[in-house]
T-cell receptor
């Protein structure tokens, strides 16, 4: 079975541009979460979507937005890119809304975003 | 405010010996704990988890111990193998409720190197 897939794998943008990152969850998974991982740190929670609704938001500015589609795939959008947005963006999927009870989140390989 | 801390940036172990990775947390609302392994250029891979109602969970060579009173968990790998060399992250999920359903809070990671 296919795991979580993310596209593109790498992306180079300049300051002020916007970017759209895409994620396809594991088949049957209805929850998608987005994380940002900067070098030397652990992933940091950005958003969770479940059944096409936002169910959680981390401490990120309004330049970050996301949505989930009827097929449970998801997009992360970042506007007015800053140098500090350079990071690995990870998508994770899980069966249910809650993490726990032997329902871990499974991660894709991420999109490496570089801002020049 | 670092709610999940992995105070050892790196650990070096001989093949066949035990690897012990440690993690401390401060938020008493954390209810479910997970360990992930990450290779370069790949996303985090789920290893093992534990609910706060347990103090130990075992899966093959991997055992996670939870000490709730000390707000401390550890991952034991026995015996360690060179293929275990990777970055290990502990993560915590809060008790279900509010807008924190799928929010994993990660530590900074520990680089494990297993020498042949």
């Amino acid at each position: 079975d296919a795991g979580v897939t993310q596209s593109p794998t790498h992306l180079i943008k300049t300051r002020g541009q916007h970017v759209t990152l895409r994620c396809s969850p594991i088949s049957g998974h209805k929850s998608v979460s987005w994380y940002q991982q900067v070098l030397g740190q652990g992933p940091q929670f950005i958003f969770q979507y479940y059944e096409k609704e936002e169910r959680g938001r981390g401490n990120f500015p309004d330049r970050f937005s996301a949505r989930q589609f009827p097929n449970y795939s998801s997009e992360l959008n970042v506007n007015a890119l800053l140098l500090g947005d350079s990071a690995l963006y990870l998508c994770a999927s899980s069966l249910f809304l809650m993490t726990g009870a032997d329902q871990p989140q499974h991660f894709g390989d991420g999109t490496r975003l570089s801002i020049l | 405010d670092q709610q999940v801390k992995q105070n050892s940036p790196s650990l070096s172990v001989q093949e066949g010996r035990i690897s012990i990775l440690n993690c401390d947390y401060t938020n008493s609302m954390f209810d479910y704990f997970l360990w992930y392994k990450k290779y370069p250029a790949e996303g985090p891979t789920f290893l093992i988890s534990i609910s706060s109602i347990k103090d130990k969970n075992e899966d093959g060579r991997f055992t996670v111990f939870l000490n709730k009173s000390a707000k401390h968990l550890s991952l034991h790998i026995v015996p360690s193998q060179p293929g275990d060399s990777a970055v290990y992250f502990c993560a915590a999920s809060p008790y279900a409720g509010g807008t924190s359903y799928g929010k994993l809070t990660f530590g900074q990671g520990t680089i494990l190197t297993v020498h042949p």
